[in-house]
């Protein structure tokens, strides 16, 4: 994302709206996917932040498989992975 300055950083985190321009979808159709567990995101009381290491991971995904990215399924994999390491110490 291009902020107009030369040294801007990167952000770590997206609003949900940001996320959405980035990735040419609407807002509420994010929203949804957040509230459903579909996309990952950080609730910080009552709104959402969207890292950006998640929208690279989409968009990395998309391009390496060369076909259509099931981010629902992305999110439930990385749920499981997560759970696995809890239940197991941290060894995956």
């Known amino acids: 994302?291009?902020?107009?300055?030369e040294n801007v950083e990167?952000?770590?985190?997206?609003?949900?709206?940001?996320?959405?321009?980035?990735?040419?979808?609407?807002?509420?159709?994010?929203?949804?996917?957040?509230?459903?567990?579909?996309?990952?995101?950080?609730?910080?009381?009552?709104?959402?932040?969207?890292?950006?290491?998640?929208?690279?991971r989409l968009a990395a995904a998309a391009s390496e498989s060369g076909g259509c990215v099931d981010v629902a399924r992305l999110a439930a994999d990385q749920r499981a992975a997560a759970e696995v390491a809890r239940m197991t110490g941290g060894a995956r």
């Open 10 to 56: 990167r952000p770590t985190f997206y609003t949900v709206r940001e996320a959405a321009r980035i990735m040419r979808c609407n807002p509420s159709t994010l929203y949804r996917a957040i509230r459903e567990n579909g996309f990952p995101a950080v609730r910080v009381r009552a709104r959402y932040v969207v890292p950006a290491a998640a929208v690279d």
């Open 1 to 5: 994302m291009t902020f107009g300055h």
